[in-house]
């Protein structure tokens, strides 16, 4: 099983900016999809951006022309860069790996606040 380590996140005043990093422990054979997922305290979790092995990307609507997400495949590494980031933005976010073959590795998360 890979492991994703996130990092990047912290505390940034409405309006900043943040720029999250996705490292995996190793390339990852057979990968259909990276996410990016994030869960504010009280709420479910919620799908946030993905990236597929060709490179086309997705958002959802709540994050839309505000997120960016990318990746380095030759490091192993995903992005999410964040701008005009609102309090409601709030959450620990999470980096998923989805692989052709069912499997799914997810990160420990790393926490965003944003503050008023």
């Known amino acids: 099983q890979v492991q994703l380590v996130e990092s990047g996140g912290g505390l940034v005043q409405a309006g900043g900016s943040l720029r999250l990093s996705c490292a995996a422990s190793r390339r990852i054979f057979n990968l259909n999809f990276m996410e990016w997922y994030r869960q504010a305290p009280g709420k479910q979790r919620e799908w946030v951006a993905s990236?597929?092995?060709?490179?086309?990307?997705n958002y959802a609507d709540s994050v839309k022309g505000r997120f960016t997400i990318s990746r380095d495949k030759a490091k192993n590494m995903v992005y999410l860069q964040m701008n005009s980031l609102k309090p409601e933005d709030t959450a620990v976010y999470s980096c998923?790996?989805?692989?052709?073959?069912?499997?799914?590795?997810w990160g420990q998360g790393t926490q965003v606040t944003v503050s008023s």
């Open positions: 998923a790996a989805f692989t052709s073959l069912g499997s799914a590795s």
């Open positions: 990236i597929s092995d060709i490179g086309s990307t």
